[in-house]
Structure formats: C-alpha cells, structure tokens
C-alpha cells in the first residue's frame, strides 16, 4: 500500500495554502508552522520533527517552502 502523499497547495490571493493529506484537505496553512500543527491534528505524532522540505512524501504545488503569496504565471 502506497504512502499517503502530503500536499501542499498553491498559494490562494492572500498568501494561504490549503494542506491535502491522503486524499483528504487538512485545512489551511497561514505559515509554515502551521503545517506540522496540521498533521498533529490529524494524528501524526512527532509532526513537528518531520521534513516538510523535501522527500517523496511532500508536493509542494505553485512554490516552496519559502513562497506563501500567490502564485502569479
């Protein structure tokens, strides 16, 4: 069985990227921190020790980990 892939999605006009785990949209994420909080809502333990920046596990989608305003082509 495959691991669930973590999202995170484009930055909205305001900056606000919604989180998608397993298929499933967590929420929305106002800054980085607000990632792990995410996840340890969610149920992860230990979320804020994990790696956001990199991995098979993450897609980040219209920007990275430093880009938290919208997306403009």
Do not use: C, H
Not at 7 to 29: M, N
């Amino acid at each position: 069985m495959p691991i669930p892939m973590l999202v995170i999605y484009e930055p909205d006009e305001r900056g606000w990227r919604k989180v998608g785990f397993g298929g499933q949209i967590l929420g929305t994420a106002y800054r980085f921190s607000d990632i792990a909080e995410l996840l340890r809502q969610a149920g992860m333990e230990n979320a804020e020790d994990f790696d956001l920046t990199q991995g098979e596990f993450v897609q980040w989608r219209g920007g990275g980990p430093e880009t938290w305003e919208e997306s403009t082509p």
